[in-house]
């Protein structure tokens, strides 16, 4: 047992609550995981014309322990094919970025928003390749999730145990080549999986929020 599975569902979502009204890390967080030629871009100004999105860290409890489901994105997708995602889409019109993740990870995992409880959110990533300014969510499920996920967006269900993402030794760096560009990117290593790009900017705030004792 880790120290995080020493924390039941009630506790765990007020030290995750502490976390998020306290101060968020932001750009010192997210700055280990950007990946070579951002040059910063993350953290930019964001234009006019962004579109919104937003994304859920949605914490819940397995036989394993405290974990985080993700997904991994089918090969046949447009964008992001074969990337490890958090559950999320865009923000459609009239929706808060609440509602959008509660609502996107109904329709992609199956899991209804009255099983969830929002606890707040982690700082804003601009995407600028896509142009999307994510808004990523953190919620917390008192009963363990059961999931029934949409094949036309999820290849497989990942889960992204909390103990793994606050440890060290399960960060490293791949080499990507895109366009004729090689580069590396840092990535969370989670059952041979690379995570990387906005999904573990993301998550490297999150794992800076959690509980040490």
Known sequence: MTDLD??????????LRGGLSAGLPGRSAHRAMAPQLAYGRHHGPVPDDARQAAVLVAVHRT????????ML??????????????????VETA??????ALREIEEELGIPA???????????????????????????AAEPLVFLPNPHE???????????????????THLIE????RFRAPHFEVAG?????????ILAEFAQLLPRH
Do not use: K
Not at 114 to 140: D, H, K, M, Q, R
């Open 193 to 201: 999986l690379h995570v990387w790009g906005a999904t573990s900017l």
């Open 154 to 172: 999820v290849a497989a269900l990942v889960e992204l145990p909390l103990a793994q993402l606050g440890d060290p030794a399960c960060r490293g």
């Open 63 to 70: 036989p394993a322990g405290w974990s985080v489901p993700a």
């Open 178 to 181: 895109r366009r004729g560009l």
């Open 114 to 140: 009255a099983g969830l409880t929002v606890l707040g959110n982690l700082s804003p990533v601009y995407v600028f390749i896509s142009g999307f300014e994510i808004t990523p969510l953190v919620a917390i």
């Open 95 to 100: 929706e808060t970025p609440v509602q959008a």
């Open 73 to 90: 994105r089918p090969a046949t997708m447009r964008s992001h094919a074969g990337q490890i995602s958090l559950p999320g889409g865009m």
């Open 6 to 15: 020493r924390f039941d569902a009630e506790s765990l979502a007020a030290a």
